[in-house]
């Protein structure tokens, strides 16, 4: 059977179907009885590694040559056809064979030959598996006819599918599965199926079918019926599923959802009612949607379930991401707390995953779920609730651990729950807790008591966010704390790999054990203290607006008890070197107001697995590294080496006045991304070592250089964003072999207060693609010498954004370069330019000869704009695709023509061909006349796609043969297509041409 595979995976859900249909385990007279020999029979495979386990963690798979050895077996003894995937089925074997045979399998063969014979030979078949993939497959007429003793059959994704007349031949067929097909006639094909008494089992999941026929009620022998998927199933007419007595599974997972409410008269009803599950007496498996709670009857739910996947309401939950095929999930919205019987609290006992819009009005409601305390549960959802609930759970009403196989805890919207359990609950409870998470909780103030720090050691994912006053995780019970302090070792999360704490205004750390008098007076500690040790095992750690947070790193005397600090002698900066952040990779801080520092210098040295480190929005901090004792005795330049950092990012620091204030050196070996915004006590580069560290040793006012450039020193660095000096662009440039793969520079340039530009100097870097220039006083970019004579050409993508005194990109009235006969260099491989808010800027296209490869433009916000190119230079742009300007309100038109008796020196047709763009888009331009000057020559754009003109002074359209028509009006909002035009803000949505 195993080798009936698709590819090499083994779904034990399949084999579960054929092998029941072919009777393989005697005396297994239920489903489950046969799921437990089939589970049993894999487990004994695997252990003779005939099968291996799975990627997906639940089907396993089977090696090729394990695959190959029982296909030859199958076929040379058992008379058995099978294809595997991606082979070619040549030929139809001979009579001999076909009529010998009791298998045949072509799961995703690519092809079969002539198609489907119109009669198949085998009076001994029992099993026949076709998918219908790369062809269009018909089932002849008489097909089945000589088929039997035919017990399963699946035809999987048959558009269209008729069921012959021979179908109804099959009178022992015991497994039917048509998965992924639709149906030429839903009636014709449903009542020849019930026409098949004997069936067992029915799939029809994800199959195009909108009703169920009540002949399907017939099927008094079907034991499982799965119509999961089938999304266009809106009838089940009455009494069709309470006539399956011998129902043991019914799975109808994102499926039919129209349940008849309860009360309906008999004549009135259309559909199925809830209650008729109550008839399954044999029901041990359901996956059921009913979105309408009120539609659910009590008692409804019998407690021979064992494996279920219900949902009650149609709220979403926003965690829904775990997908265990053989986990018991419940997802309950309740609209009132009287709905919450005994037969749902039966299935929440039995639930593995749990998740709960809680019932507003219940002051505690999870005693009332479970007195047990969960035994069971490995996930609980619990979100919006605003009702009287101060505590999730409460020890007062166990006598015994609860949650002692919780994996997953998630809190959103809870806003009346102050802790999540209190006080101490018994052993073993939230043993196996890996993943906690709480959003938007504000009454919450506490997780749990001090004195369940231990039983958190499993943990790995905590993500604590907008929780208003929360002030820490572990809460220290009145009377403890002098108890803790001096008898209690240091906890270490020892598996915590993500730590996220955001928008939390009054947190102070993970608890207030372990900080020392002045912290607790102050109401601010560090984030670990020497009670808890900061774990070796975090790779990312994200901090943002945590206003009381003074540090991450104890300081030094923190490090033991405050009650030992005098036993202990000072240790040295190397001593202290203990790895302690040697598995960290990424570490993001945001808005911590309070904060001084990030790293100590002790900690910084371990760095070794750091690729990100993101500091942002922190108006305290002076320093990234901050210097212990001892370093300044060190015989040596202190190193810092970050062997594996990608992407540093320092934005919006006023404070910041070194990286490490002390002297040393970096190693940047695998930097790529590198940005400095608004840091603005400090220089970035300096490339002198005295004056560096000459620099570093004074306490001079000065901005000092955050790092130190030589050759080697920024080998890989790709991207640079930079508030930008002058002396920057000079050294960047003088230093320009330095950085030899640097792409992409975008410069901020609000503290150049000169009208002229520097940026030229920047063309000397050698790998530059990329330029952005934004926020600066230029007048123009670049000097006619700096044009004509610069020597890159590689220059891609040029930007300019908040330019407010730009006029020109250079001086338009050079006659040098009026009469050049080829493309600037710097300008020669531009392919996209982007300009916004410039808003003198009188002409961004001067020549012909500008950007000769251009294949896209925007433009927003300039409005000293009244054309876009001239003639000569759009006549020049014959790679141009894109064109997108907006919010220019004095443009009247988009190509200037020069009139005939001005002397200009092109001779223009009557029509001009824009034969590379395909998508222009025109908004917000009041002024806008027409295209050209007086619509003077005709516009042809053949292989234009899109075209969209919103709120511009004219209408615009294409002709048939490509040819842009003009016509006057004063509201235009309108797309070419005059398709469908959705507009939400600045999002709109449109076809194409």
């Given at each position: 059977?195993?080798?009936?595979v698709?590819r090499?995976t083994?779904?034990?859900?399949?084999?579960?179907?054929y092998?029941?249909?072919?009777?393989?385990?005697?005396?297994?007279?239920?489903?489950?009885?046969?799921?437990?020999?089939?589970?049993t029979?894999?487990?004994?495979?695997?252990?003779?590694?005939?099968?291996?386990d799975g990627?997906?963690?639940?089907?396993?798979k089977m090696?090729?040559l394990?695959?190959?050895?029982?296909?030859?077996?199958?076929?040379?003894?058992?008379?058995?056809?099978s294809?595997t995937?991606?082979?070619e089925l040549?030929e139809w074997?001979?009579?001999?064979?076909?009529?010998?045979?009791t298998?045949?399998?072509?799961p995703?063969?690519?092809s079969?030959?002539?198609?489907?014979?119109?009669k198949?030979?085998?009076?001994?078949?029992?099993?026949?598996i076709?998918?219908?993939?790369?062809?269009?497959?018909e089932?002849?007429?008489?097909f089945f006819q000589?088929m039997k003793?035919?017990?399963?059959l699946?035809?999987?994704n048959?558009?269209?599918?008729l069921?012959p007349?021979s179908?109804v031949?099959?009178?022992?067929?015991?497994?039917?599965?048509?998965?992924?097909?639709?149906?030429?006639?839903?009636?014709?094909?449903?009542?020849k199926?019930?026409?098949?008494r004997g069936l067992?089992i029915?799939?029809l999941?994800?199959?195009v079918?909108?009703?169920?026929?009540?002949?399907i009620?017939q099927?008094?022998c079907?034991?499982?019926?799965?119509?999961?998927?089938?999304?266009?199933l809106e009838?089940i007419?009455?009494?069709?599923?309470?006539?399956?007595?011998?129902?043991?599974?019914?799975?109808m997972?994102?499926?039919?959802?129209?349940?008849?409410?309860?009360?309906?008269?008999?004549?009135r009803r259309?559909?199925?009612?809830?209650?008729e599950?109550?008839?399954?007496s044999?029901?041990?498996?359901l996956n059921?949607?009913?979105e309408?709670?009120?539609?659910?009857?009590?008692?409804l739910?019998?407690d021979?379930l064992?494996?279920?996947?219900?949902?009650?309401?149609?709220e979403m939950?926003?965690?829904e991401?775990?997908d265990?095929e053989?986990?018991?999930?419940?997802?309950?919205?309740l609209?009132?707390?009287d709905?919450l019987d005994?037969?749902?609290k039966?299935?929440?006992?039995?639930?593995?995953?749990l998740?709960?819009?809680?019932v507003e009005?219940v002051?505690?409601?999870?005693?009332?779920?479970?007195?047990?305390?969960f035994p069971?549960?490995?996930r609980?959802?619990?979100q919006?609730?605003?009702?009287e609930?101060?505590h999730?759970?409460?020890?007062?009403?166990?006598?015994h651990?609860?949650?002692?196989?919780l994996?997953s805890l998630?809190?959103?919207?809870?806003?009346s729950?102050?802790?999540?359990c209190?006080p101490?609950?018994?052993?073993g409870?939230?043993?196996k807790?890996?993943t906690?998470r709480a959003?938007w909780?504000?009454?919450?103030?506490?997780?749990f008591?001090?004195?369940?720090?231990?039983?958190?050691?499993?943990l790995q994912?905590?993500?604590?966010?907008?929780?208003d006053?929360?002030?820490e995780?572990?809460?220290?019970?009145?009377?403890?704390?002098s108890?803790?302090?001096?008898?209690?070792?240091?906890?270490?999360?020892c598996?915590?790999?993500?730590l996220?704490?955001v928008?939390?205004p009054?947190?102070?750390?993970?608890?207030?054990?372990?900080?020392?008098?002045?912290?607790?007076l102050?109401?601010?500690?560090?984030?670990?203290?020497w009670?808890?040790?900061f774990p070796k095992?975090?790779?990312?750690l994200?901090?943002?607006?945590?206003?009381?947070?003074?540090?991450?790193?104890?300081d030094?005397?923190?490090?033991?008890?405050?009650?030992?600090?005098?036993?202990f002698?000072?240790?040295?900066?190397?001593d202290?070197?203990?790895n302690?952040?040697?598995?960290?990779?990424i570490?993001r801080?945001?808005?911590?107001q309070?904060?001084?520092?990030?790293?100590p210098?002790?900690?910084?040295?371990?760095?070794?697995q750091l690729?990100e480190?993101?500091?942002?929005?922190?108006?305290?901090?002076?320093?990234?590294?901050t210097k212990e004792?001892?370093?300044d005795d060190a015989?040596?330049i202190?190193?810092?080496?970050?062997?594996k950092?990608?992407?540093?990012?320092?934005?919006y620091?006023?404070q910041?006045?070194?990286?490490?204030l002390?002297?040393?050196?970096?190693k940047w070996p695998?930097?790529?991304w590198?940005e400095i915004?608004?840091?603005?006590?400090?220089e970035?580069?300096?490339?002198?070592?005295?004056?560096?560290?000459h620099q570093?040793d004074?306490?001079?006012?000065?901005?000092?250089?955050?790092?130190?450039?030589?050759?080697?020193?920024?080998?890989k660095?790709?991207?640079?964003?930079?508030?930008a000096e002058?002396?920057?662009?000079?050294?960047l440039?003088?230093h320009?072999?330095w950085?030899p793969?640097?792409t992409?520079?975008?410069l901020?340039c609000m503290?150049?207060?000169?009208?002229v530009s520097?940026?030229?100097?920047?063309l000397k870097?050698?790998a530059?693609?990329?330029l952005t220039?934004?926020?600066?006083f230029?007048?123009?970019?670049?000097?006619v010498?700096?044009?004509?004579?610069?020597v890159?050409?590689g220059?891609?993508?040029?930007?300019?954004?908040?330019?407010?005194?730009?006029?020109?990109?250079?001086?338009?009235?050079?006659?040098?370069?009026?009469?050049?006969?080829?493309?600037?260099?710097?300008f020669q491989?531009?392919?996209e330019?982007?300009?916004r808010e410039?808003?003198?800027?009188?002409?961004?296209?001067?020549?012909a000869?500008?950007?000769?490869?251009l294949?896209?433009?925007?433009?927003?916000?300039?409005?000293g704009?009244?054309?876009l190119?001239?003639?000569?230079?759009?006549?020049?742009?014959?790679?141009l695709?894109s064109?997108?300007?907006?919010?220019c309100?004095t443009?009247?038109?988009?190509?200037?023509?020069?009139?005939?008796?001005?002397?200009?020196?092109?001779?223009?047709?009557?029509?001009?061909?824009?034969?590379?763009?395909?998508?222009?888009?025109l908004?917000?331009l009041?002024?806008l006349?027409?295209?050209?000057?007086?619509?003077s020559i005709?516009i042809?754009?053949?292989?234009l796609?899109?075209?969209?003109?919103i709120?511009?002074?004219v209408?615009?359209?294409?002709?048939?043969?490509g040819?842009?028509?003009?016509?006057?009006?004063?509201?235009?909002?309108r797309?070419?297509h005059?398709?469908?035009e959705?507009?939400?803000?600045?999002?709109?949505?449109?076809k194409?041409i």
């Amino acid at each position: 059977m195993c080798m009936l595979v698709v590819r090499n995976t083994v779904y034990p859900k399949d084999l579960l179907r054929y092998s029941f249909g072919l009777g393989v385990f005697e005396n297994a007279n239920t489903l489950d009885k046969a799921r437990y020999r089939l589970y049993t029979l894999v487990d004994y495979l695997k252990d003779f590694c005939l099968l291996l386990d799975g990627d997906d963690g639940q089907n396993p798979k089977m090696h090729d040559l394990v695959r190959d050895a029982a296909l030859y077996i199958a076929r040379k003894e058992r008379q058995v056809l099978s294809g595997t995937y991606g082979n070619e089925l040549k030929e139809w074997p001979n009579k001999d064979f076909l009529e010998n045979c009791t298998m045949i399998s072509l799961p995703y063969c690519s092809s079969i030959p002539a198609g489907l014979p119109s009669k198949l030979q085998c009076p001994k078949l029992k099993l026949f598996i076709a998918y219908n993939y790369r062809q269009s497959l018909e089932v002849p007429e008489n097909f089945f006819q000589e088929m039997k003793e035919l017990k399963v059959l699946n035809l999987t994704n048959f558009g269209n599918l008729l069921l012959p007349p021979s179908f109804v031949s099959l009178t022992n067929l015991q497994t039917l599965c048509l998965e992924y097909c639709k149906f030429e006639n839903d009636d014709d094909v449903l009542a020849k199926i019930s026409e098949l008494r004997g069936l067992q089992i029915l799939s029809l999941a994800r199959s195009v079918v909108g009703k169920l026929c009540k002949e399907i009620g017939q099927l008094t022998c079907l034991r499982l019926l799965d119509l999961s998927y089938c999304k266009r199933l809106e009838i089940i007419p009455p009494n069709v599923l309470s006539n399956l007595s011998s129902l043991e599974e019914l799975n109808m997972k994102e499926s039919f959802k129209n349940w008849e409410a309860e009360g309906v008269t008999s004549e009135r009803r259309i559909n199925a009612s809830v209650s008729e599950l109550k008839h399954l007496s044999q029901l041990t498996t359901l996956n059921v949607t009913v979105e309408n709670a009120d539609a659910l009857p009590t008692s409804l739910f019998s407690d021979q379930l064992e494996r279920f996947r219900i949902r009650v309401g149609v709220e979403m939950f926003v965690w829904e991401y775990f997908d265990d095929e053989s986990s018991n999930i419940l997802k309950l919205k309740l609209t009132r707390s009287d709905q919450l019987d005994q037969s749902l609290k039966m299935l929440i006992k039995k639930s593995e995953d749990l998740y709960l819009d809680l019932v507003e009005g219940v002051s505690n409601c999870i005693p009332q779920l479970d007195s047990e305390g969960f035994p069971q549960l490995k996930r609980l959802n619990l979100q919006r609730h605003a009702g009287e609930m101060k505590h999730i759970i409460e020890s007062i009403n166990y006598t015994h651990s609860a949650f002692p196989k919780l994996e997953s805890l998630h809190l959103l919207y809870v806003s009346s729950v102050e802790s999540i359990c209190y006080p101490q609950l018994g052993i073993g409870s939230f043993g196996k807790l890996r993943t906690i998470r709480a959003r938007w909780c504000s009454g919450l103030k506490n997780l749990f008591p001090f004195s369940m720090v231990n039983c958190f050691l499993q943990l790995q994912v905590m993500e604590l966010s907008h929780c208003d006053i929360l002030e820490e995780v572990f809460v220290a019970e009145k009377g403890d704390k002098s108890f803790i302090r001096q008898y209690m070792d240091p906890t270490e999360f020892c598996q915590l790999k993500f730590l996220s704490l955001v928008h939390l205004p009054q947190f102070i750390g993970f608890s207030s054990i372990g900080g020392s008098e002045d912290e607790i007076l102050n109401n601010s500690a560090p984030l670990f203290n020497w009670k808890f040790k900061f774990p070796k095992s975090l790779e990312e750690l994200k901090m943002k607006g945590l206003d009381r947070l003074t540090s991450i790193w104890p300081d030094h005397d923190q490090l033991v008890p405050p009650e030992f600090t005098s036993k202990f002698t000072k240790l040295s900066a190397t001593d202290k070197q203990l790895n302690i952040c040697r598995n960290l990779r990424i570490i993001r801080v945001d808005g911590c107001q309070s904060l001084k520092y990030v790293f100590p210098s002790s900690a910084a040295r371990g760095l070794e697995q750091l690729v990100e480190l993101t500091v942002t929005n922190c108006r305290s901090i002076k320093e990234i590294i901050t210097k212990e004792e001892g370093d300044d005795d060190a015989d040596e330049i202190i190193k810092f080496v970050f062997p594996k950092l990608e992407k540093l990012c320092l934005r919006y620091l006023p404070q910041l006045g070194s990286f490490y204030l002390g002297m040393h050196t970096y190693k940047w070996p695998s930097l790529t991304w590198m940005e400095i915004i608004e840091c603005e006590k400090v220089e970035i580069l300096a490339a002198d070592i005295s004056t560096f560290h000459h620099q570093h040793d004074q306490a001079t006012t000065s901005p000092k250089p955050l790092f130190l450039i030589e050759k080697g020193s920024f080998p890989k660095l790709a991207s640079l964003e930079v508030t930008a000096e002058e002396y920057l662009c000079g050294l960047l440039s003088t230093h320009a072999e330095w950085f030899p793969r640097l792409t992409k520079v975008n410069l901020i340039c609000m503290r150049i207060k000169s009208t002229v530009s520097p940026i030229a100097s920047l063309l000397k870097l050698p790998a530059l693609q990329d330029l952005t220039v934004q926020r600066a006083f230029f007048k123009e970019i670049f000097t006619v010498d700096q044009v004509s004579g610069a020597v890159n050409g590689g220059l891609t993508n040029f930007k300019l954004w908040k330019l407010p005194k730009l006029m020109h990109l250079w001086d338009e009235n050079s006659l040098a370069l009026q009469h050049h006969a080829a493309a600037p260099p710097i300008f020669q491989n531009t392919d996209e330019v982007e300009v916004r808010e410039c808003r003198r800027l009188k002409n961004l296209v001067p020549f012909a000869i500008s950007f000769p490869n251009l294949k896209s433009l925007e433009l927003s916000k300039c409005g000293g704009l009244n054309y876009l190119f001239t003639y000569s230079a759009a006549t020049s742009l014959t790679k141009l695709e894109s064109i997108d300007i907006e919010d220019c309100k004095t443009m009247t038109e988009i190509i200037s023509v020069p009139s005939t008796n001005s002397g200009d020196d092109h001779d223009h047709d009557h029509t001009m061909i824009l034969g590379g763009l395909k998508f222009l888009r025109l908004r917000n331009l009041p002024s806008l006349a027409g295209f050209c000057s007086g619509n003077s020559i005709n516009i042809k754009m053949p292989f234009l796609q899109h075209l969209i003109v919103i709120n511009c002074g004219v209408e615009m359209e294409i002709s048939p043969d490509g040819i842009l028509v003009i016509t006057d009006s004063k509201s235009a909002e309108r797309s070419l297509h005059l398709a469908e035009e959705q507009e939400d803000d600045d999002y709109i949505v449109y076809k194409s041409i």
